[in-house]
């Protein structure tokens, strides 16, 4: 097959986002939608609770398991080191989800791959897009040669798709804009759950402000999504603070393949593992301050919602301490470390 894209031709499209914590799926929403829209067809590779979100909110679409790389992330300590001793199994599934595709392109007639931070997932018979927003990594040591080995990865697909802007108003800083790109790397502007129904033109610039005549029901709606143990251990923090406080709140767990009920002893505490788009909007916009980690997609959900926010990164993860900091001193947003997370501290920074 020709890897020239052919438009004259319904597409087949399959999308695959990384298993490192939701954010990689949420932000494939909004291409999965233009893709729809554009009548393609689309294919989802995906596992555990990425391929759940997904499929909850495109039940019609098919599914194909594709394996995840299981990243462990550690209790306490380094998250580089704890990185560096993965980079073996990390390889190997990178190898073997190169594999895997060129069965899928076969199998199901693949025009185009869309790979959201899998660098596996390309083939020389189809056009092959890998999204990113880290270019250049923010690292305790070897930013150089990871990003060496960054480019050699890069230098498999077709295109880039970096999911910002260009210019002083940008949200992923040094991660995507520390030095000059070739014609390869397209920004292709944010992408967000929320795009559909925002326009996003620029969003960047209003990071931060909230209208005074907002009707606000809720103080806080907190996003605890992400790698365990680190999930739970913020979680935890979270809900012992509420429960020494009067504020009125959301819990959002980030767990969508989780049906159980959650009890909290709180009536002043809504809990849910999981929220599809058109109800967590709703209750993002009837809530004064985000409380959530710092990943990439977070921030851009944010940006598109225009709403302030209490970033906490997700301990020795570098890209999310970098993310807190760099809008922290944009003034965008409000940040605490996990360790010294005070919920009261942080709420009265917005009075």
């Known amino acids: 097959m020709s890897k020239q894209f052919i438009l004259t031709k319904q597409k087949t499209i399959l999308v695959c986002p990384l298993d490192w914590g939701l954010g990689h799926a949420t ?3 909004p291409l999965i939608r233009q893709f729809i829209n554009e009548n393609s067809k689309v294919l989802v590779g995906s596992s555990g609770s990425q391929k759940v979100l997904l499929q909850k909110e495109f039940p019609s679409l098919t599914f194909i398991d594709l394996k995840g790389y299981e990243v462990e992330y550690p209790k306490s300590g380094s998250m580089a080191l704890k990185m560096l001793l993965q980079l073996t199994k990390i390889n190997k599934a990178i190898k073997a989800e190169h594999v895997w595709l060129a069965k899928i392109v076969d199998e199901h007639n693949i025009d185009l791959v869309i790979s959201d931070n899998r660098y596996g997932l390309w083939s020389k018979k189809v056009k092959s897009v890998l999204v990113t927003h880290q ?3 923010k690292a305790p040591f070897g930013e150089w040669i990871i990003e060496q080995l960054l480019k050699r990865y890069f230098d498999n697909f077709d295109e880039i798709w970096i999911p910002d802007v260009e210019g002083e108003n940008n949200l992923s800083g040094d991660l995507s ?3 000059p790109l070739s ?9 967000s759950r ?9 969003v960047s610039q209003k990071c931060g402000t909230y ?10 709606i907190a996003i605890v999504s992400g790698p365990e143990p680190q999930r739970s251990i913020f979680e935890n923090i979270i809900l012992k603070q509420v429960e020494s406080s009067n504020l009125k709140g959301i819990l959002v767990r980030g767990i969508p393949e989780d049906n159980s009920e959650c009890k909290i002893q709180n009536a002043e505490l809504k809990v849910f593992n999981h929220l599809e788009t058109d109800e967590f909007l709703h209750y993002l916009k009837k809530s004064k301050v985000v409380i959530s980690r710092s990943g990439y997609s977070t921030i851009m959900d944010l940006a598109i919602l225009v709403k302030k926010a209490i ?6 993860q570098t890209e999310q301490e970098y993310l807190a900091n760099y809008h922290s001193q944009k003034g ?5 470390k996990q360790s010294e997370f005070d919920l009261g501290k942080g709420m009265k920074s917005f009075d």
């Open 183 to 191: 014609e390869k790397f397209k920004f292709i502007g944010l992408l």
């Open 311 to 316: 970033l906490v990164p997700t301990p020795g």
């Open 194 to 202: 929320f795009s559909h129904i925002i326009d996003n033109s620029s």
């Open 177 to 179: 804009h520390k030095k």
């Open 332 to 336: 965008r947003f409000f940040t605490q």
């Open 27 to 29: 932000r494939c929403i």
């Open 211 to 220: 209208r005074e005549d907002d009707d606000f029901e809720f103080d806080f």
């Open 135 to 137: 270019i250049f990594v």
